[in-house]
């Protein structure tokens, strides 16, 4: 199965959170908060969106940080993903 996002929502998978100590033991990411850090899977057509013009600014691919509270967790084939606004992004993390 495919998740194909509708108008100006975009599909992301979130980045796993380790944490490695000084000492270098990795600590699994449960133990912390979830980053807000996550990887463009999908993203929606754009068009208009509640009366106005929505260009899409992201890419499958982008690595971004998005808003906190935002979005919608999905659990697809065994997957979680989080359906969110692009509104929702506040940001593109270049490399």
Sequence with gaps: MKLVPLGDRVVLKQLVAEE?????????????????????????????VD???VKMEVKVGDQVIYSKYSGT?????????????????LAIINN
């Design 73 to 89: 967790e999905v659990k697809l084939d065994e997957e979680e993903y989080i359906i969110v606004k692009q509104n929702d992004i």
């Design 20 to 48: 490695t100590t000084k000492s270098g033991i990795v600590l699994p990411g449960q133990n912390k908060e979830k980053p807000q850090q996550a990887e463009v899977i999908a993203v929606g057509p754009g068009g208009m």
């Design 51 to 53: 009366g106005k013009e």
